[in-house]
């Protein structure tokens, strides 16, 4: 006889369980190195958690389109949003030429998207008076790109300017040019705790003038890119 079929099946090896063909049935536990499908194409489902087709789908705890399962210290797994990665970009062009000093730099005009591809997020950057505010805290990267024009072959020294509290500023990097139609470039990674306190400004500081720093409307020659790096 190759087959036994019973309605019952009685533990009676003192806690030990029932063992078929390799199978331990204890103690409403199910102990298997395999569980092979038995249900046409419908998988096999444990707890909720169906498996099918080398498919693993977990269809509790509020599952949504590209969110990742994570845990809490004690292992509990939950579905959350994806984070991460560059959330925002944004830049700005100086739209008009300045002669000599100027701190702090205007006359901005953020940059819309680009011919081919788009930015990701919506900047939320806002500039006043020379002033930019950022959206919310974080790594952020500023990288400043400066020409000068015409004028006389003097020194122009040019920062990135931040606030560590409400009214108090402080140079973050520093470039100069000292002869005409030259540019520089400088590059600060900011973390803003608190996006009332952290703000950026830029700054010119020229021994004469009669030094141009070029700007324009529609070709990135002085102008500022923020990129979020990455949330506290």
Same mark, same amino acid.
Request: proline share 3%; aromatic share 8%; charged share 15%.
């Given at each position: 006889?190759?087959?036994?079929?019973?309605?019952?099946?009685?533990?009676?090896?003192?806690?030990?369980?029932?063992?078929?063909?390799?199978?331990?049935?204890?103690?409403?536990?199910?102990?298997?190195?395999?569980?092979?499908?038995?249900?046409?194409?419908?998988?096999?489902?444990?707890?909720?958690?169906?498996?099918?087709?080398?498919?693993?789908?977990?269809?509790?705890?509020?599952?949504?389109?590209?969110?990742?399962?994570?845990?809490?210290?004690?292992?509990?797994?939950?579905?959350?949003?994806?984070?991460?990665?560059?959330?925002?970009?944004?830049?700005?062009?100086?739209?008009?030429? +300045? =002669?000599?000093?100027? %701190?702090?730099?205007? /006359?901005? !005009?953020?940059?819309?998207?680009? &011919?081919?591809? *788009?930015?990701?997020?919506?900047?939320?950057?806002?500039?006043?008076?020379?002033?930019?505010?950022?959206?919310?805290?974080?790594?952020?990267?500023?990288?400043?790109?400066?020409?000068?024009?015409?004028?006389?072959?003097?020194?122009?020294?040019?920062?990135?300017?931040?606030?560590?509290?409400?009214?108090?500023?402080?140079?973050?990097?520093?470039?100069?040019?000292?002869?005409?139609?030259?540019?520089?470039?400088?590059?600060?990674?900011?973390?803003?705790?608190?996006?009332?306190?952290?703000?950026?400004? +830029? =700054?010119?500081?020229? %021994?004469?003038?009669? /030094?141009? !720093?070029?700007?324009?409307?529609? &070709?990135?020659? *002085?102008?500022?890119?923020?990129?979020?790096?990455?949330?506290?």
């Amino acid at each position: 006889m190759s087959e036994v079929k019973v309605d019952t099946i009685s533990e009676r090896t003192a806690a030990g369980g029932v063992t078929i063909d390799g199978v331990l049935l204890k103690d409403s536990i199910l102990n298997t190195d395999n569980i092979a499908e038995k249900t046409a194409a419908a998988g096999v489902t444990i707890d909720g958690v169906l498996i099918k087709d080398s498919v693993l789908k977990i269809p509790g705890g509020s599952p949504g389109a590209d969110k990742v399962l994570t845990s809490d210290a004690s292992g509990n797994a939950t579905w959350v949003a994806a984070s991460g990665g560059i959330s925002v970009i944004s830049q700005w062009n100086m739209d008009t030429s +300045f =002669n000599g000093t100027s %701190d702090p730099v205007q /006359n901005w !005009t953020e940059a819309g998207t680009p &011919t081919t591809g *788009t930015l990701p997020g919506t900047s939320g950057i806002t500039e006043s008076s020379g002033e930019f505010a950022l959206p919310s805290t974080g790594y952020w990267l500023i990288a400043w790109q400066v020409t000068r024009g015409g004028g006389a072959n003097t020194k122009c020294r040019y920062y990135i300017v931040t606030s560590s509290a409400s009214g108090v500023w402080g140079n973050r990097t520093y470039q100069e040019t000292t002869t005409n139609n030259d540019n520089c470039q400088s590059v600060f990674i900011l973390k803003c705790d608190d996006i009332a306190e952290n703000e950026v400004r +830029f =700054n010119c500081q020229a %021994d004469t003038g009669t /030094n141009t !720093t070029t700007g324009s409307g529609t &070709t990135f020659y *002085t102008g500022v890119t923020f990129i979020k790096l990455a949330d506290l």
